[in-house]
Nanobody
Framework: VQLVESGGGLVQAGGSLRLSCDAS????????IGWSRQAPGKEREGVYI????????VYADSVKGRFTISKDNAKNMLYLQMTSLQPEDAATYYC????????????????????WGQGTQVTVSS
């Protein structure tokens, strides 16, 4: 299993970025997959998850209305569209996946998923 993130960079506050995660070695069916982030000196934070069973999504309150997760099953790609970026969104963003959970998913779950990418850096200037 390999997860490779891309799309990070430097953006001004209020700007947008789209992160991509290229997944290989498995298919999305039966896996929960999502994004977490970690800023220097802070704990890893769950950002967005898409369920492998129901296709439902879970997100952090801090990104509500600004970020959107999507996936392309045919391409095995996961995306995170980020708009209205703020300095507090600056972090290394990680794509992660694990076997699909039964029942409700908590956003914190993505911070302990089994499979991880190497991360992509997002910097937001004020």
């Amino acid at each position: 299993v390999q997860l490779v993130e891309s799309g990070g960079g430097l953006v001004q506050a209020g700007g947008s970025l789209r992160l991509s995660c290229d997944a290989s070695g498995f298919t999305f069916d039966g896996y929960d997959i999502g994004w977490s982030r970690q800023a220097p000196g802070k704990e890893r934070e769950g950002v967005y998850i898409i369920s492998g069973r129901a296709g439902s999504t879970v997100y952090a309150d801090s990104v509500k209305g600004r970020f959107t997760i999507s996936k392309d099953n045919a391409k095995n790609m996961l995306y995170l569209q980020m708009t209205s970026l703020q300095p507090e969104d600056a972090a290394t963003y990680y794509c992660a996946a694990d076997l699909a959970a039964w029942g409700p998913i908590r956003i914190t779950a993505v911070t302990v998923y089994y499979y991880w990418g190497q991360g992509t850096q997002v910097t937001v200037s004020s």
